[in-house]
């Protein structure tokens, strides 16, 4: 009887002990709560940018660094695998006349992506929806080509959060790794 207990102990501790662990990233200006996995690199502060003209001249002129701040993405959240085959990105940019509202941000972001994976990959197919994350529409769009090898993942999910858009960027070769993290953003919470 004691053996039948100790091995049954030993199977739930070992079971419990290979339950994925998560560690929860909050951010205030949009309101997202999200739990990342544990086990892959993280980083989670992004030094100061600095800006040059084209002739690679600092600029120091505070109204054209604010206008470039508002029209380039801030990085909030970078997640690879330890061999960086598999990444994704969580970044803000400001909605401002330039970027459009969200539809014309996502058809503009869709046609880029779609530019990316003629470069990248041989042949490739697409998929797109719209998922409701509380009370935030998210936006996918994936491109996906089967006859690289491996197979190769890239998308962009896009939301407007507040007076911001969420980009969320993906590129993978490990299909878990998509689907581990497109499950990490469809149970987010927004305030």
């Known amino acids: 009887m004691n053996?039948?207990?100790l091995a049954l102990t030993l199977l739930t501790v070992s079971l419990s002990s290979c339950e994925q662990t998560y560690k929860k990233y909050d951010f205030p200006d949009i309101g997202l709560h999200i739990s990342i996995p544990n086990g892959y690199l993280v980083q989670d502060t992004f030094s100061k940018p600095s800006y040059s003209d084209a002739n690679g001249n600092q600029i120091t002129d505070s109204a054209i660094i604010e206008e470039l701040k508002n029209d380039?993405?801030?990085g909030l959240l970078t997640v690879s695998s330890s061999d960086y085959e598999n990444t994704i990105s969580f970044n803000i940019a400001v909605e401002t006349a330039k970027t459009g509202n969200l539809d014309q941000y996502y058809n503009f972001s869709k046609n880029m992506?779609?530019?990316m994976s003629k470069q990248k990959?041989?042949?490739y197919d697409t998929?797109?929806?719209i998922v409701n994350v509380g009370n935030v529409k998210i936006y996918k769009f994936l491109t996906s080509s089967k006859k690289s090898s491996p197979n190769y993942y890239s998308g962009i999910y896009i939301a407007k959060v507040k007076k911001y858009f969420l980009i969320i960027k993906t590129d993978y070769t490990d299909k878990a790794f998509g689907e581990i993290f497109e499950k990490a953003i469809f149970t987010s919470k927004f305030d």
Do not use: A, G, R, T
Request: hydrophobic share 45%; aromatic share 20%; net charge positive.
């Open 3 to 5: 053996k039948y207990i």
């Open 72 to 74: 380039l993405w801030k």
């Open 113 to 115: 992506q779609q530019l």
């Open 121 to 123: 990959m041989i042949d």
């Open 127 to 129: 998929s797109s929806f």
